[in-house]
DNA sequence: GCGCAATTGTGAACGCCTTCACAAACACGC
DNA sequence: GCGTGTTTGTGAAGGCGTTCACAATTGCGC
């Protein structure tokens, strides 16, 4: 049933490759090497081959991978070949950002329908589309055939909305509210997290600093 | 000299729980078992006391845990049981979310000063700060003293920033730009990439989509 | 053409995190 | 106080992704 899974990191990396690529692109860069990407992009040549290889084999030996075919090659392995629709839930503050986020064009990412279920909002334009209700979040869907979907709500709003969109269709969810989602198995969740994020820096950035001072504690279990 | 390193992911995992544990104080629950918590965070009952287990022993057999005295420590373990400052550069949509997102409160997180080099935006109020000139980050900071930094400026321009940071005197960076930043070993970087997480989404999204019409295709490489 | 230098693709080794499973610890009732 | 049931903490096993290392492949110059 499981075709030879792909790793999730592969498929993290991939979007990174494709940043540096089209950067090449631009740059009028017509061959990289495993090597070079290394230099661009921070991961490994190594990794890079062996990302690539669970797709197929794109590179020659002695030469290095071809810019625009390994481009053309990364979108259509993430679905980025042909423009995808993306419902945005929430016309807050994140909304806002991730509306005029500049980036999305050139992945081929689209913003298709804002939802809100604020009434006062509903209407209103956001960016260039118009608030529109969450609980017509379906029938719009069912013009647009987005699958993917953006939680930008509070935290006690968000379990309903993902039950919305998963009704409404869509597959993948990029969830900023602070709750674990319950989704059928078919759906997928991707969880950004400003505070867990800020956590990790904050361990890191003070334990740092206590070891620069010269604190450096003692192994691991202070069983204080 | 390193101490009995903690994984990452077990500190991805801190900030999960200590969510739920402040959820479950609210509601004013005072013990939680492993197995509780694996309920609320969808995070298994090993994989609690093992992430725990790093930093020392803080349950009772047979009980499970005292929420009130497992919050604070993972606050102290986080370095979120005293406020922590942090330094916003970019007075965009993005630093525009940031500095009016709600929940950084209750972690002690708190946005200390803002930063943008447009000069037409130095001066303005931004929430309750004013904008700042990037230039002075580093006198700013003399003050302040804050160890984390938050770069949401374009890609073009985070290097520089990142760099300005470092010198201030950060340790600790949340990069919203999509670039690599080469920085000091010392200093610790955490990227958030809407479009990665998308780009996951969109192959999953996608892919699944295939499986359920039937088209499931089959055994891994395929090789076209 | 043919040898040389560069680079790919990939099986195998490695390392790290997760999962398992169980002894030790504790509460509670009788 | 002692047995029973529950839950923790943690070594050991397992799984999965990364790194290594090298044979195979290609371009290029002569």
Redesign the interface.
Known sequence: ?T??R?P?PT??R???Y??VLLDAHESGIQTLSSQEIEQ???ISAAQFRKDLS???EFGKPGVGYSVEALIERIEQ????DAE?P?LLVGA???G???V?????QA?R?RIAAVFDNNFVKIGRPFGDLIIEDIARVRQVNAQIGA??GIIAV??HAAQEVADALVDAG?????NFA?T?LRVPP?V?V?N??????????????????LR?NGQ?????????
Chains 1, 2 share one sequence.
């Not at 392995?77 to 980025?80: P, V, W």
């Not at 005029?100 to 999305?104: A, H, I, K, L, T």
């Not at 869509?170 to 990029?174: A, D, H, N, P, R």
């Open positions: 049933m075709e030879t792909v999730v498929l993290e991939l979007a990174i494709l940043r661009y992009s921070g669970y797709f197929g392995i993430l679905r980025l995808q993306i807050g503050n994140i806002s950002a991730l005029g986020y500049p980036n999305f992945h990412l699958r993917l509070p935290a869509v597959t993948g969810i990029l602070p674990i078919h997928h991707r950004v997290s400003f505070l867990q994020e800020l956590a990790v820096l904050s361990y890191h950035a003070v334990e740092d600093a620069v450096a504690r003692r192994g691991g279990k202070d069983g204080v």
